[in-house]
């Protein structure tokens, strides 16, 4: 049962001033091929363009930006397979806020280069035999750090949703929203905008079919939590919703979906190939699921929020190769 008040569109609203000029409006792109391929208007938010490669930036700028004073001077320290953790490390240099970053051993080097780039001290865990969060709640009881989690925090889905908010304000009202869905931050923070702005849309969260715990938390009632799963998409290897996250979710989305790895291949190979564009296999989620109904969306204005580009080359060729 939740205790405790979760945050609303307001809450989205402030985030959106606190990063304004500091965080892209990233455009939103349109591809003739696609829209024929679906036979619809498909509207395509690309956070691949966000500062440092994903919408991760926006929450993570929102929640630093309200440290006070003593907590600024301390630092700041949270977990995440790369993308978390780059928006926290560049938020935390643009803020002169110290930060120590939770990563596993097996995140992409280019996500854990560019984590270290940004000044941030990395500490490596092994995601399949060690709990991150029991890492991070124990080195900020030790040096006196504030933790920020990488999806189940108010500030975080409230900064997460100005994406979708930017998205209905270049748009105007969608019929259809496909987001992607790993720990809810950015699901959640869309669903407030869109219950707020186009209350009629209909909100899917995007799953790797190997990852499915919100699917089975939506079905359920209640938070499911799993294994790690094995999926090329690491940016949702999550293993359970949070406590916000699911308030939400479960309150404002229609359903949960899952897309397989090889969906995601497709898609990314669609994004490089027609549309000139980076998408990490997380990113891909949204549009792989689209394109699975796209029997069911023909005639209707559909949204796809790309959540991110951030994937090592040499990994990006081996996929699309294969």
């Known amino acids: 049962m939740t205790t405790f008040e979760l945050p609303t569109y307001v809450d989205v609203e402030a985030a959106a001033k606190r990063i304004a000029g500091v965080a892209h409006r990233t455009p939103v792109q349109t591809s003739r091929t696609l829209n024929e ?5 498909v509207f395509l938010k690309c956070e691949n363009f966000q500062r440092m490669g994903a919408f991760k ?17 301390a630092g700041v ?6 993308n978390h953790a780059q928006g926290i490390a560049l938020s935390a240099k643009i803020l002169g806020i110290p930060a120590t970053i939770v990563m596993p051993h097996d995140a992409p080097a280019a996500k854990v280069a560019a984590t270290k780039g940004y000044g941030a001290n990395v500490v490596i865990y092994d995601r399949y035999t060690e709990d991150r969060e029991a890492i991070g709640r124990r080195l900020a009881e030790e040096q006196g750090l504030t933790l920020i989690p990488p999806y189940d925090h108010p500030d975080i889905l409230a900064g997460q949703g100005t994406a979708a908010k930017e998205l209905f304000e270049d748009v105007g009202p969608l019929d259809y929203l496909f987001v992607p869905l790993g720990g809810g931050g950015l699901l959640s923070g869309t669903a407030l905008s869109t219950r707020a702005l186009a209350p009629q849309c209909v909100l899917y969260g995007v799953e790797p079919e190997a990852g499915n715990d919100g699917q089975q938390s939506f079905r359920k009632g209640e938070i499911v939590h799993i294994d790690t799963p094995k999926t090329i998409a690491d940016g949702a290897q999550t293993q359970h919703l ?11 989305v ?7 790895d090889a969906e995601l291949v497709s898609t990314m190979k669609f994004y490089a190939t027609r549309m000139k564009m980076i998408v990490e296999p997380t990113g891909c989620l949204g549009l ?9 969306l023909k005639g209707k204005r559909v949204g796809i929020i790309i959540s991110g580009g951030n994937i090592d080359l040499e990994r990006f060729c081996a996929l699309a190769a294969a």
Do not use: C, H, W
Request: charged share 20%.
């Open 288 to 296: 792989a699921a689209a394109l699975s109904m796209k029997d069911a």
């Open 57 to 73: 930036f926006r929450g993570a700028f929102n929640a630093l930006s309200k440290f006070s004073p003593e907590q600024r001077k």
């Open 242 to 252: 949070g406590n916000y996250t699911f308030g939400i979710i479960k309150r404002d």
């Open 37 to 41: 391929m679906i036979g619809t208007e």
């Open 254 to 260: 229609n359903d949960i979906l899952t897309a397989p």
């Open 77 to 82: 320290v949270a977990f995440s397979s790369g």
